[in-house]
């Protein structure tokens, strides 16, 4: 089955910086590349997500870039602020029955 | 808000004991999903379904059961032979037709005491 490996667990930046979140899979079928976003003790919210025909996507201070070929797929947030601070999910799908597959989630930090 | 639904919010548990959580969606989805989330880990897919009256094994599917009698619903039931229950269940639907994108609900957070 699908695999997916994100890094790094812990990320912690001061507010402006730039945070960068990536993931690689191993099933070269994987088609859809989500990446949700949870705030401590809520649901999983959908913050930006690819398609295996493009590779970037960009909006407003968030992006995704993919690389098929490499079987990674990255998460670009620019200008942080502190209501960034959440933990983040990727995710691979678009194969068998929508099923998602759920990378390990990073904690993101941003310092006033 | 979602229009996902999960009930109760909280949950505690004897050992030996059975419970379900209650997922109701009014977004005219196909498809649902139960997730269970560990600290420091990812979701973890339990059982889905993509239509009423079928439903599929996740990769997690041991000591679970689901039914899915209506569309709206797809309750989930952690039986006693869950070894290790306490964890946050996550619910999810998608509309199969369209995109692959999945809607969560709120949450149960399931404690065994």
């Known amino acids: 089955g699908e695999n997916v490996e994100q890094h790094p667990s812990t990320l912690s930046v001061q507010e402006g910086d730039s945070a960068v979140i990536k993931c690689t899979y191993s099933d070269s079928a994987s088609n859809y590349f989500p990446w949700y976003k949870q705030e401590l003790g809520k649901r999983p919210q959908l913050i930006i997500d690819?398609?295996?025909?493009?590779g970037e996507k960009k909006d407003q201070r968030i992006a995704v870039t993919l690389n098929k070929t490499a079987k990674h797929f990255s998460l670009h947030i620019t200008e942080t602020q502190p209501e960034d601070s959440a933990v983040y999910f990727c995710?691979?799908?678009?194969?068998?029955?929508?099923?998602?597959?759920f990378g390990q989630g990073t904690i993101l930090t941003v310092h006033p | 808000d979602g229009g996902i639904t999960q009930s109760p919010k909280y949950l505690f548990r004897k050992e030996g004991q059975n419970v379900t959580l209650s997922c109701e969606q009014n977004l005219n989805h196909d498809a649902m999903y139960w997730y269970r989330q560990d600290p420091g880990q990812g979701l973890r897919l339990i059982y889905y379904s993509q239509i009423v009256n079928d439903f599929q094994k996740g990769d997690i599917a041991e000591g679970y059961s689901v039914s899915r009698e209506k569309k709206e619903s797809f309750p989930l039931t952690v039986t006693s032979a869950q070894k290790n229950p306490t964890a946050f269940y996550l619910c999810?639907?998608?509309?199969?037709?369209?995109?692959?994108?999945?809607?969560f609900g709120p949450g149960t957070r399931l404690t065994v005491l």
């Open positions: 999810a639907s998608r509309d199969r037709g369209r995109v692959d994108e999945q809607f």
């Open positions: 995710a691979t799908g678009g194969t068998s029955y929508g099923k998602l597959t």
């Open positions: 690819i398609r295996s025909n493009v």
